[in-house]
T-cell receptor, first 112, second 117 residues
Framework: DAKTTQPPSMDCAEGRAANLPCNHSTISGNEYVYWYRQIHSQGPQYIIHGLKNNETNEMASLIITEDRKSSTLILPHATLRDTAVYYCIVNPPNFGNEKLTFGTGTRLTIIP | GAVVSQHPSWVICKSGTSVKIECRSLDFQATTMFWYRQFPKQSLMLMATSNEGSKATYEQGVEKDKFLINHASLTLSTLTVTSAHPEDSSFYIC?????????????FGPGTRLLVL
């Protein structure tokens, strides 16, 4: 059962902000939202995660709605190297027996 | 972020031979490591969960006698594909969990591309 829903693909112009949406309407109270990306032929790269407050790090910002049913990953100034498949995953903070399960993600293409 | 390495990055072998892939957490200790497999144009599929000092837990449909996992230390897990066949050709990715305070984050290796001829 997919816990998250993401658009299959998106394009974004180089230098602009890339906003990647994710729906997680069945998220539980203790589950965090994690974002990873996978550049072609590489292992997934951790980007950011959050519970309910907006988060920002050197790679991206994560905006989570107040009802926590959806979130948006923002890459503020997209570059060609940001072309990748982006995965939104919900999981408890201390994974315990939970396993990180990947859906189909969003294929983001940065256009020169 | 934490660093996870894999070796080799790619390997070509003949059908029937065994291949060992190493996964190391370089700057943290990982009590739990994971092995994923990814076929072309598909998402990552979890194969097994490996806990240091204990037997691995395999996902349904993954043959434990074919994919041998050893997690001998807190920084090293190995996956051995025994009697490899062409259908085992895939991109194998390991992952390790790092605990920072009260939260865990999972980091991934760069992957190993296996081609069985």
């Amino acid at each position: 059962d997919a816990k998250t829903t993401q658009p299959p693909s998106m394009d974004c112009a180089e230098g602009r902000a890339a906003n990647l949406p994710c729906n997680h309407s069945t998220i539980s109270g203790n589950e965090y939202v994690y974002w990873y990306r996978q550049i072609h032929s590489q292992g997934p790269q951790y980007i950011i995660h959050g519970l309910k407050n907006n988060e920002t790090n050197e790679m991206a910002s994560l905006i989570i709605t107040e009802d926590r049913k959806s979130s948006t990953l923002i890459l503020p100034h997209a570059t060609l190297r940001d072309t990748a498949v982006y995965y939104c995953i919900v999981n408890p903070p201390n994974f315990g027996n939970e396993k990180l399960t990947f859906g189909t993600g969003t294929r983001l293409t940065i256009i020169p | 972020g934490a660093v996870v390495s894999q070796h080799p990055s790619w390997v070509i072998c003949k059908s029937g031979t065994s291949v060992k892939i190493e996964c190391r957490s370089l700057d943290f200790q990982a009590t739990t490591m994971f092995w994923y497999r990814q076929f072309p144009k598909q998402s990552l599929m979890l194969m097994a969960t490996s806990n240091e000092g204990s037997k691995a837990t395999y996902e349904q449909g993954v043959e434990k006698d074919k994919f041998l996992i050893n997690h001998a230390s807190l920084t090293l897990s190995t996956l051995t594909v025994t009697s490899a066949h062409p259908e085992d050709s895939s991109f194998y990715i390991c992952s390790a969990r790092s605990a920072r305070g009260s939260q865990e984050t999972q980091y991934f290796g760069p992957g190993t591309r296996l081609l069985v001829l």
